[in-house]
T-cell receptor, first 113, second 112 residues
Framework: ETGVTQSPTHLIKTRGQQVTLRCSSQ?????VSWYQQALGQGPQFIFQ???????GRGNFPPRFSGLQFPNYSSELNVNALELDDSALYLC????????????FGPGTRLTVT | GENVEQHPSTLSVQEGDSAVIKCTYS??????FPWYKQELGKGPQLIID?????GEKKDQRIAVTLNKTAKHFSLHITETQPEDSAVYFC???????????FGAGTRLTVKP
C-alpha cells in the first residue's frame, strides 16, 4: 500500500508569484483534502476534492484553487502569493462514503519572500 | 463555524507517567473526533479516533474518551515513553468529513 506523497518538499517563491503543489493520494483513496499549517499552529482546512470537484471549502480566498485528476491525485494552486502564505501545506487522503480517516502526507514547506 | 480548543499547550511528564490532553468543541453536529501525532518535519499521523456513537476507545497505551453532552473529548496516554514526545492535535469533523477543524496542539515532552 502506497502512502500519501507530496511534491516538492520545499519551495521558495517571491511575493506576487504563483505556485502549484502536488499530492498523490494513498492507494484506494478517492478524496483529497488540503490544509495550511502555519508555524506553531494546527492545520487549517483549505478545501476538499472528491470526484474531481470541490467538496467543501474553508475560509480561504479564491486565489487558493485546486484540481483533482481521474487517478485521484490533486494540485493546490496559489496565485498572487503573499508573505502570510508562508507555511507547511499538507494534503490528506481518505475514502469518501466508507470511512472518516484522513491520512496525511509529509507536506510542502512554502516560503514567500 | 466550529471552534476547537485544546489544553494544555505544553505538557511535560516523567517516563512511565500518564498524560492527558483535553479538547472542547462547539458544533453539536460534529461526529468524528481523531487525534494526530506530529513529529518534527513530518505530517500529522493518525493515532486514534472515535465516533459520536461511542464513549470510549482504547488501543494499547492510548485511549480516547468522548462526552457529547459536554462537547469535550480527551486523549489518554499511559506508561509514556520518550518516543511519545511530539505535538498532538485533536480534530473535529462533521458527518460528511469535508471540513475538519484542528486544535492548536499540545507539545508533549516525556523525560527519561
Amino acid at each position: 500500500e502506497t502512502g500519501v506523497t507530496q511534491s516538492p518538499t520545499h519551495l521558495i517563491k517571491t511575493r506576487g508569484q504563483q505556485v502549484t503543489l502536488r499530492c498523490s493520494s494513498q492507494s484506494g483513496h478517492n478524496t483529497v483534502s488540503w490544509y495550511q499549517q502555519a508555524l506553531g499552529q494546527g492545520p487549517q482546512f483549505i478545501f476538499q476534492y472528491y470526484r474531481e470537484e470541490e467538496n467543501g471549502r474553508g475560509n480561504f480566498p479564491p486565489r487558493f484553487s485546486g484540481l483533482q485528476f481521474p487517478n485521484y491525485s490533486s494540485e493546490l494552486n496559489v496565485n498572487a502569493l503573499e508573505l502570510d502564505d508562508s507555511a507547511l501545506y499538507l494534503c490528506a487522503s481518505s475514502l469518501q462514503g466508507t470511512s472518516y480517516e484522513q491520512y496525511f502526507g509529509p507536506g510542502t514547506r512554502l516560503t514567500v519572500t | 463555524g466550529e471552534n476547537v480548543e485544546q489544553h494544555p499547550s505544553t505538557l511535560s511528564v516523567q517516563e512511565g507517567d500518564s498524560a492527558v490532553i483535553k479538547c472542547t468543541y462547539s458544533d453539536s453536529a460534529s461526529n468524528y473526533f481523531p487525534w494526530y501525532k506530529q513529529e518534527l518535519g513530518k505530517g500529522p499521523q493518525l493515532i486514534i479516533d472515535i465516533r459520536s456513537n461511542v464513549g470510549e476507545k482504547k488501543d494499547q497505551r492510548i485511549a480516547v474518551t468522548l462526552n457529547k453532552t459536554a462537547k469535550h473529548f480527551s486523549l489518554h496516554i499511559t506508561e509514556t515513553q520518550p518516543e511519545d514526545s511530539a505535538v498532538y492535535f485533536c480534530a473535529v469533523s462533521p458527518y460528511n468529513n469535508n471540513d475538519m477543524r484542528f486544535g492548536a496542539g499540545t507539545r508533549l515532552t516525556v523525560k527519561p
